[in-house]
T-cell receptor, first 112, second 114 residues
Framework: DVKVTQSSRYLVKRTGEKVFLECVQD?????MFWYRQDPGLGLRLIYF???????EKGDIPEGYSVSREKKERFSLILESASTNQTSMYLC???????????FGQGTRLTVV | AQSVTQPDIHITVSEGASLELRCNYS??????LFWYVQSPGQGLQLLLK??????LVQGIKGFEAEFKRSQSSFNLRKPSVHWSDAAEYFC????????????FGQGTILTVHP
């Protein structure tokens, strides 16, 4: 089974902190994604990566950056956390375009 | 811009009734289409997917979806809903000009009354 593992289920951080969310997949997938999920807004794409060191902005990249130094790991970075970044963050990985995405369990981040 | 729209935020049905959840997409060419389900406190699980061929697609848990190119739609259906189907359902699409970018709709919350 494909496994996508997010490093934390719950995080509480202070405003202004630099926050790292880590995601690891074990299926050698080219594509990895970071979404945030908010009630009534569905899953909104923050960034995705289609190869090592390659990234593309999603629909809501402001306030975030990403890093993909190795194929299996995709990190989301909140440069200076703000309260409006309190949300559920979901990582996903995916092979080719015509394949399904597999999701991690999510990280619920609270910024106080 | 490429987008996926789920017009219904919340749907309530009685157990045993039929169900249809709507999904519309806006892409230059026919994208790859997916339906996912998320039960409370759980991760997302793939119900079914459409890539090409037969426009009626069968999935897990008794769900099916029909692709209609003329309407840019990919609606999810189930003939008889069970209480355990209560969850949030997401339609998603991949394709177009941006590699494997996967775009989701806003989600539809399904409530099932006994």
């Amino acid at each position: 089974d494909v496994k996508v593992t997010q490093s934390s289920r719950y995080l509480v951080k202070r405003t202004g902190e630099k926050v790292f969310l880590e995601c690891v997949q074990d299926m050698d997938h080219e594509n990895m994604f970071w979404y945030r999920q908010d009630p009534g807004l569905g899953l909104r794409l923050i960034y995705f990566s289609y190869d090592v060191k390659m990234k593309e902005k999603g629909d809501i990249p402001e306030g975030y950056s990403v890093s993909r130094e190795k194929k299996e790991r995709f990190s989301l970075i909140l440069e200076s956390a703000s309260t409006n970044q309190t949300s559920m963050y979901l990582c996903a990985s995916k092979g080719g375009m015509n394949t399904e995405a597999f999701f991690g369990q999510g990280t619920r981040l609270t910024v106080v | 811009a490429q987008s996926v729209t789920q017009p219904d935020i919340h749907i309530t049905v009685s157990e045993g009734a039929s169900l249809e959840l709507r999904c519309n997409y806006s892409y230059g060419a026919t994208p790859y289409l997916f339906w996912y389900v998320q039960s409370p406190g759980q991760g997302l699980q793939l119900l079914l997917k459409y890539f090409s061929g037969d426009t009626l697609v069968q999935g897990i848990k008794g769900f099916e979806a029909e692709f209609k190119r003329s309407q840019s739609s990919f609606n999810l259906r189930k003939p008889s809903v069970h209480w355990s189907d209560a969850a949030e359902y997401f339609c998603a699409a991949a394709g177009g000009t941006s590699y494997g970018k996967l775009t989701f709709g806003q989600g539809t919350i399904l409530t099932v009354h006994p």
